[in-house]
């Protein structure tokens, strides 16, 4: 599934996430320490990217693109 998203690793202190479904889609969430920044409104924050999976013919494909989504850590 990694190769199928084009992930090669997370950076220097990034993080994989995967999460399961009930509906057997599986859910992997990248966040890289690359990608923090400073912002005086909103404390230290980061993007992550989220790639959905679903098995087809016996193999793991992503359904559509990946999406990049805002986190806010304090």
Do not use: I, Y
């Given at each position: ?14 993080k ?7 509906d ?9 320490s ?18 959905l999976?679903?098995?087809?013919d ?7 693109e990946?999406?990049?989504v ?5």
């Amino acid at each position: 599934m990694l190769a199928a998203a084009g992930v090669s690793n997370t950076g220097k202190g990034g993080k994989l996430h995967w999460f399961g479904s009930d509906d057997g889609q599986v859910m992997l969430c990248r966040v890289s320490s690359d990608n923090r920044t400073s912002n005086s409104l909103l404390g230290r924050d980061c993007f992550s990217t989220r790639w959905l999976f679903s098995e087809r013919d016996g193999a793991w494909q992503p359904e559509g693109e990946a999406s990049t989504v805002f986190c806010g850590n304090d």
